[in-house]
């Protein structure tokens, strides 16, 4: 079994679609997309909840937080599935996906999280 944290910023959201469509946004797309390979390779998983995170001051901008647990002993490919599945339908940026244990599996210079994002932007500076 897997459980995975995966998290966007309200602003990436937003700009998807529009403010006024997050609902949409969420519910239609992201979701969607997140559980897709596993109903197609009949895969059981359950999206475990769905909350907005308010900011935190030097933490983490606004979010919305999903709790995933796939029942696959496969844990190093279940993250990487559910970012081609975000990325092909062009919904993965600002995707941040951790363990349920903190550790950052994937994130981008969109992440919520102002920590990472300002670690990645360190790196990009240096390369």
Same mark, same amino acid.
């Given at each position: 079994?897997?459980?995975?944290?995966?998290?966007?910023?309200?602003?990436?959201?937003?700009?998807?679609?529009?403010?006024?469509?997050?609902?949409?946004?969420?519910?239609?797309?992201?979701?969607?997309?997140?559980?897709?390979?596993?109903?197609?390779?009949? !895969?059981?998983?359950?999206?475990?909840?769905?909350?907005?995170?308010?900011?935190?001051?030097?933490?983490?901008?606004?979010l919305?937080?999903y709790?995933?647990?796939?029942?696959?002993?496969?844990?190093?490919?279940?993250?990487?599935?559910?970012?081609?599945e975000?990325?092909?339908?062009?919904?993965?940026?600002?995707?941040?996906?951790?363990t349920?244990?903190?550790?950052?599996?994937?994130?981008?210079?969109?992440?919520?999280? !102002?920590?990472?994002?300002?670690?990645?932007?360190?790196?990009?500076?240096?390369?």
């Open positions: 079994m897997t459980e995975l944290i995966i998290e966007f910023p309200m602003c990436v959201v937003n700009a998807y679609n529009g403010a006024g469509n997050v609902d949409e946004t969420l519910d239609d797309n992201i979701t969607y997309i997140i559980g897709r390979h596993f109903h197609e390779y009949d !895969i059981e998983f359950s999206i475990q909840s769905m909350n907005l995170v308010p900011p935190t001051p030097e933490v983490n901008d606004e919305v937080r709790r995933v647990t796939i029942h696959s002993d496969d844990a190093e490919e279940c993250p990487k599935r559910v970012l081609a975000l990325k092909a339908d062009g919904f993965e940026r600002g995707c941040t996906i951790k349920m244990a903190g550790g950052l599996l994937h994130a981008d210079e969109y992440t919520a999280d !102002i920590q990472v994002r300002r670690t990645l932007g360190k790196k990009r500076r240096k390369a």
